[in-house]
């Protein structure tokens, strides 16, 4: 199954993401696709968080900033039984569309990151896939920016089509949009 | 303690001031009553994200202080923006604000007897 969780900055959403891995994976094995790199102070402070957070769970972080669809083949046959909790594809957009210059547009983002969801979503027992609400503080962006937050709603409405549940995490409150 | 939190614009004052009808309250906006406002009445807080944002300016603690409040007040209403669901700011103190508030209200529904989110002046009850 896979399973969409949606929230904003500081709503919870990791969190629950965590426990609904868990609760799907079972004895089963578990993976944490990491997208985040730790370059800077910020960035490297959020990932020991979230690393400090999962301890002692049985995931196996498997460092993935691009080609989320790569994480197949490092869990080998294991793959087809586990319990992948993807944190997050608002990251992993990101990370895609700058990694180029000029940066991709917001179609071929999309369509790259597509692939690789099907593949794993496919590949893996469970899909648990954690993303970000960046659309609603109505601010007016300029070009590229637009384009980024165009490729992760278009991202988020096919993974939401495809999910057998997709849940809106509110104050660390999980609200069922579907499933 | 009664949560009531949403976007901007979206009826959460209205809400609350129809929660408590019949009722005595005082309410404060981006801040917390004064203790001589209270008096026996249930404190409400509107804009608490503003609040939050004051006391980071000024280098305060927001989270001791507003669960010393609550240890206070645990029959108040508290009312706050949903800051969370956009881009990531460019400015540090933005992104800090916009986090804390946000982890600020996890622990507060968490504590919350009622958390209400209002949408288009309706208030779904989400827990």
Known sequence: MTVLILGGSGSGKSAYAEETALALAGEGAKYYLATMEAGDGEALERVNRHRQMRKGKGFVTLEQPRSAGEALSRMGEKAQGATVLLECLSNLTANEMFSEEPPLSWQETADRIWGDLCRLAHGVGHLVVVTGNVFEDGVIYGETTAAYQRALGALNRLLAAEAGRVVEVVAGIPVTVKG | ?127
């Open chain 2, 1 to 127: 303690m009664r949560l009531i939190i949403g976007g901007y614009a979206q009826g959460k004052a209205d809400y609350a001031a129809g929660l408590l009808r019949g009722e005595k309250w005082v309410m404060a906006k981006g801040a917390l009553p004064r203790e001589e406002e209270v008096q026996g009445k249930i404190p409400v807080v509107d804009c608490l994200h503003e609040w939050v944002r004051e006391r980071l300016l000024q280098g305060g603690r927001p989270e001791e202080e507003l669960s010393a409040f609550l240890d206070r007040h645990p029959d108040c209403v508290l009312i706050c923006d949903e800051i969370g669901n956009g881009i990531v700011p460019a400015e540090p103190f933005d992104r800090e604000y916009r986090e804390r508030t946000g982890r600020m209200l996890v622990e507060l529904a968490g504590r919350a007897d009622e958390v209400v989110r209002v949408i288009c002046g309706i208030g779904q009850r989400i827990r």
